[in-house]
Nanobody, 128 residues
Framework: QVELVESGGASVQAGGSLRLSCAASGYSDSTYCMGWFRQAPGKEREGVAAINSDGNTIYADSVKGRFTISQDNAKNTLYLEMNSLKPEDTAMYYC??????????????????????WGQGTQVTVSL
């Protein structure tokens, strides 16, 4: 049974930084991909960043240069380092995982339904 547990969400002021963590367990496929998605009230879930088992990463244009996705395989933990936070980054952030082909990975941020495993989310609130 795959379990993903996010943590690290908080309320911060604009310009601040946060690091989200996602502890993964029960996933044994070596070709897994993991990603971060977010959903603000009244908006659709959007992809933020994703990483595959080769360490390749993709980012949404809105977070490029500000957010960094990484993973610690020894700890089975996914991270999202968020810098220069803006009020528009306010959302519930979710961790997701699944086995994706190389082509699927390229579209991972656009098609969240590619991921079959999701965490419960962690809230990030950025104020002026």
């Amino acid at each position: 049974q795959v379990e993903l547990v996010e943590s690290g969400g908080a309320s911060v002021q604009a310009g601040g930084s946060l690091r989200l963590s996602c502890a993964a367990s029960g996933y044994s496929d070596s070709t897994y991909c993991m990603g971060w998605f977010r959903q603000a009230p009244g908006k659709e879930r959007e992809g933020v960043a994703a990483i595959n088992s080769d360490g390749n990463t993709i980012y949404a244009d809105s977070v490029k240069g500000r957010f960094t996705i990484s993973q610690d395989n020894a700890k089975n933990t996914l991270y999202l380092e968020m810098n220069s936070l803006k009020p528009e980054d306010t959302a519930m952030y979710y961790c997701a995982a699944d086995t994706l082909t190389a082509i699927q990975f390229l579209g991972a941020l656009t098609f969240p339904t590619l991921f079959g495993y999701w965490g419960q989310g962690t809230q990030v609130t950025v104020s002026l």
